[in-house]
């Protein structure tokens, strides 16, 4: 039986704790690298307010200023201003992100209800690469984002959340019966984890997410790794590992972080003992039902199994040189291990800060020597790999949905 996300009190509470992210993160805090990043980004935005990858027929046009703008590499940029702090009226990147999001909402308002994309554009970067619809997975993830810091006084509010309605629309009415999302893209397995988070701060910012979908979502990407042998799945990703690893790791880490939350709030409250290890019959002391313990146990157990390769030469080279795909492997990574914390996050964020310094151009931007090669995009990808931890607390909210267990 088909269930949903999104009581009026597990709403309020989502939307609460998605507007709590602190003024103080603002962009003074940001290194040079990440600076130099964001004025590059500003300096390649379109009079329309968009980004563009370009073609993937003409991958050698690296001019920002030369390719058409696309909704996938807007919305991927976008995302890289909220992340960072800005809204579409506070922060220094506020007069860019407005100019960005009203693209968006014209993207989206002239898309027809019917059908399952937002644009007509084909061949672009990000779509031959990621997927045909990943314009409707990285926007509807924008959106998501964006709503709960909006003001209700603000203009866009409205359009942002009809837009952000239609979106979940059409990528839950796009996403196959494996919980995959078009695997014609080449490394298609990344548009599907990308579609898998989009659910997720969908459900965060109060919408009705069908529970079965965002689950099937999640078993996609835990069928990719073998947890018995360590073995992965690419098939769906180019044949590249990190890519599928990649996207296993962060589909499962909201719920091994609701895991660990409510372990550790079983044993303040002493239904635990202090020093019990996570397993389903401890949280089912905890108070979490049977099911849910279950699948909360084994997605902690996944996830610590998978950071085990996290310094892994061989899977970290992905395909062998960087593009978009490695850039965006390496930022859900980031959002993985933040929400996974301790040294591993640590290490991980130390090793990727001086990796993908190393290789910022002096213009500030990014690029990549394969497939996605926009610079546009792939300096978007970098940025949210290098601040992941700026969205520490909302990337945490995002498993209260994973925390509540009130019949549905």
Known sequence: ?????????????????????????????????????????????????????GFHAQQEIVDPQAVPTDPATTAFAALAFLRVGSTPSRGEYAAPLRRSTEYLLEVVEAAPSEGLRITDMTGTQPQVKLGNNIDASLTLLYFSRLLPRLEARDPLQKRVDAALDKCLRKVQGSQSTSGA????????????????????????????????????????????????????????GAGVELYAWS????????????????????????????DAPLTATH???????????????????????????????SLLQGFGVNGGEEYVSYMLTS???????????????????????????????????????????????????????RDADLLRNISAGDMTFQKR
């Open 335 to 389: 959002e993985t291990l933040v929400l996974a914390g301790g040294e591993s996050w640590t290490k991980w964020n130390d090793m990727m800060q001086k990796k993908l310094g190393d290789i910022q151009r002096e213009n500030g931007s990014w690029g990549g020597q394969h497939c996605i090669t926009g610079g546009a995009f792939c300096t978007s990808a970098v940025i949210q790999c290098l601040t992941a931890e």
């Open 1 to 53: 039986m088909t269930r949903w996300f999104g009581t009026l009190a597990f709403t309020a509470i989502l939307v609460v704790v998605c507007t709590t992210s602190p003024e103080s993160k603002t962009q003074a805090n940001l290194s040079p690298a990440i600076e130099r990043g964001l004025a590059w980004l500003v300096s390649a935005q379109h009079e329309d307010g968009g980004w563009g990858a």
């Open 247 to 274: 996207g296993s790791a962060r589909a499962t880490a909201a719920e091994a972080y609701a895991a660990k939350d409510l372990m550790d709030k079983g044993i303040r409250e002493g239904k635990v003992k202090a």
């Open 283 to 313: 949280l089912r002391e905890a108070g979490v039902p049977s099911a849910q313990a279950q699948d909360l146990a084994g997605a902690y157990d996944r996830v610590q199994s998978q950071l085990k390769r996290i310094d892994d030469p």
């Open 181 to 236: 999302w078009d695997k014609g893209g080449w490394a298609g397995v990344l548009q599907s984890s990308l579609g898998c988070s989009a659910l997720e701060f969908a459900r965060a910012a109060g919408k009705p997410v069908n529970e079965r979908l965002l689950t099937a979502a999640r078993d996609y990407h835990k069928r990719n790794v073998d947890m018995s042998t360590g073995k992965v799945t690419a098939a769906d």
